[in-house]
Structure formats: C-alpha cells, structure tokens
C-alpha cells in the first residue's frame, strides 16, 4: 500500500540513503494451534531519492521482510504503541526471520516494529533494524541501520505467512 511521502533511510558510514516505496503490506493473524499471534511486515523499495557514490550505480531497489511471532494477543499487536522486537534475523533453527535484500539478500538484526496506528485494514508502523553494509559485506564497515515508516496495506490472507 505504501503512501507518498513513506521512505525507507539507510544511514551507512558514509552518509543516508533513502528510497520510495513501491509497495507496503503485512499480515497479522492469531496462529491458534501453535497459541502465538504471527506478524510479517514486507516493503519493496522503488526510487532513489538519495544514494551515496559506491552504490549509486548499483539502482538498487532494496526489499525487506520481518517475521515476528509471540504471546501477545492480536488485540495487543495492533494497538497503538505496541512494540514487536526481533533481535536476530535468524531463529534457533537457522531460519531467516527477516530478510534484507539490496545487492544481495542478508538477515537484519536488532529489528523493532513499532506499531503507530490501526485505520480499518491500514497499519501505520516504523521499522527499524541493521544489516551488514551494501557495499561491504565482510564487516569492515559499521553496519547499515535501516528505517521505515510506512502505511501497509494488512492483508488477512494467511497462505504464507513465513520468510524462509
């Protein structure tokens, strides 16, 4: 769904890249045999607005998915100010739980969700999460911090709800 104005930043070492939305959307659903409530948020970027000279001829169009799952009840997850927090991007099993993809895909650590609020099937939330430098994939950059606010679309369709 994403709206104008929603932008995904990436504040590297050497200065802010930021992108438009292409699109927004996320499904949220109570997961009842497993007693979870499940969230995945997923953007795909579309311009640049502002891109920095080691990649600006990379025309990237980054895409980023988060897959959150906790105890909280679904009346919980889309309230206002309710906070979801993944803090790696890959489970206990060695399973994506969120995927960063810019010139190549890679997990985003240290991710937060923050849900800003709720409009019938529209979820204003902001984002936020870091991810191994597009440009310098071996560490010897800081990591990349990653931010979006956006409006996504809610979809209630739960034929996929998982990231890997």
Same mark, same amino acid.
């Given at each position: 769904? &994403? $709206?104008? #104005?929603?932008?995904? $930043?990436?504040?590297? !070492? ?12 996320? =499904?949220?659903?109570? @997961? ?5 409530? =499940? ?7 579309? &311009? ?5 000279? %080691? /990649?600006?001829? =990379? $025309?990237? $169009?980054? /895409? ?5 799952? #906790? ?28 995927? !960063?993809?810019?010139?190549? %895909? ?13 409009? #019938? ?6 984002? /936020?999460?870091?991810?191994? @430098? ?8 800081? &990591? ?6 956006? /409006? ?13």
């Amino acid at each position: 769904m &994403a $709206k104008d #104005g929603d932008l995904l $930043k990436i504040t590297r !070492f050497n200065g802010v890249e930021t992108f438009t939305l292409e699109s927004a959307s996320c =499904r949220i659903w109570r @997961d009842d045999d497993a007693d979870l409530t =499940r969230a995945v948020f997923e953007l795909k970027g579309k &311009a640049a607005v502002a891109t920095l000279p %080691d /990649t600006c001829n =990379r $025309k990237a $169009k980054p /895409t980023w998915v988060l897959e959150w799952s #906790g105890k909280k009840k679904l009346a919980q997850v889309l309230a206002a100010g309710a906070v979801l927090r993944v803090p790696k991007g890959y489970s206990d099993d060695d399973e994506y739980l969120t995927l !960063f993809h810019y010139a190549d %895909d890679e997990p985003s650590d240290k991710n937060t969700v923050e849900i800003v609020s709720v409009t #019938g099937k529209k979820v204003r939330a902001k984002l /936020t999460g870091q991810t191994l @430098d597009a440009n310098f994939y071996d560490g010897s950059k800081p &990591a990349m911090k990653l931010e979006v606010s956006a /409006t996504f679309a809610w979809n209630e369709d739960l034929s996929d709800g998982q990231v890997g």
